[in-house]
T-cell receptor, first 111, second 111 residues
Framework: DGGITQSPKYLFRKEGQNVTLSCEQN?????MYWYRQDPGQGLRLIYY???????QKGDIAEGYSVSREKKESFPLTVTSAQKNPTAFYLC??????????FGPGTRLTVL | SQQGEEDPQALSIQEGENATMNCSYK?????LQWYRQNSGRGLVHLIL?????REKHSGRLRVTLDTSKKSSSLLITASRAADTASYFC???????????FGEGTQLTVNP
């Protein structure tokens, strides 16, 4: 059963804490992506990776960090430097240049 | 940076009617993709049209692309209440490395 999973579904963070969002895919896709979505808006690219051990900043990378140690996994850390982290976070994967497959999302709330 | 702009922002129709959504973009593209998002969920890839294609069909979906006008349209025929969702266009630039999403059209199909 191939797909892309994200965990947790809901995450609560206190101000000043770092949190890590998980994204795993078993579709054998080389490329993976992290997006942020605010209410009523489109998706903004945070980071993307087209190959293991390499990743690129997207449009809103400040306050976030990623790693790509395995093809299947692309975790996103929301650091305390991100001033307004409350949002819906979406992970996706794809064959480079083709349509993206999205996970179900993680809703992060800062308390 | 948001490349694609959807029009209208919101559309409300009756079941059985056709729904047309438009997308305009600013720079040259490799391909253009349409996605659907149900409330609180991840995006689902609907259709991809390449820059050398003018029209593509998939079931009740019809997508056109006019590269001279830098615009695309998504037509959903014989709409159903289950088509209620947000629809996003996304463009892949010539480098083929990442998508840029528009703000989306919220479609409501009334039974």
């Amino acid at each position: 059963d191939g797909g892309i999973t994200q965990s947790p579904k809901y995450l609560f963070r206190k101000e000043g804490q770092n949190v890590t969002l998980s994204c795993e895919q078993n579709l054998n896709h080389d490329a993976m992506y992290w997006y942020r979505q605010d209410p009523g808006q489109g998706l903004r690219l945070i980071y993307y990776s087209q190959i293991v051990n390499d990743f690129q900043k997207g449009d809103i990378a400040e306050g976030y960090s990623v790693s790509r140690e395995k093809k299947e996994s692309f975790p996103l850390t929301v650091t305390s430097a991100q001033k307004n982290p409350t949002a819906f976070y979406l992970c996706a994967s794809s064959i480079v240049g083709e349509g993206e497959f999205f996970g179900p999302g993680t809703r992060l709330t800062v308390l | 940076s948001q490349q694609g702009e959807e029009d209208p922002q919101a559309l409300s129709i009756q079941e059985g009617e056709n729904a047309t959504m438009n997308c305009s973009y600013k720079t040259s593209i490799n391909n253009l993709q349409w996605y659907r998002q149900n409330s609180g969920r991840g995006l689902v890839h609907l259709i991809l049209i390449r820059s050398n294609e003018r029209e593509k069909h998939s079931g009740r979906l019809r997508v056109t692309l006019d590269t001279s006008k830098k615009s695309s349209s998504l037509l959903i025929t014989a709409s159903r209440a289950a088509d209620t969702a947000s629809y996003f266009c996304a463009t892949l630039g010539p480098s083929g490395s990442r998508l840029t999403f528009g703000e989306g059209t919220q479609l409501t199909v009334n039974p």
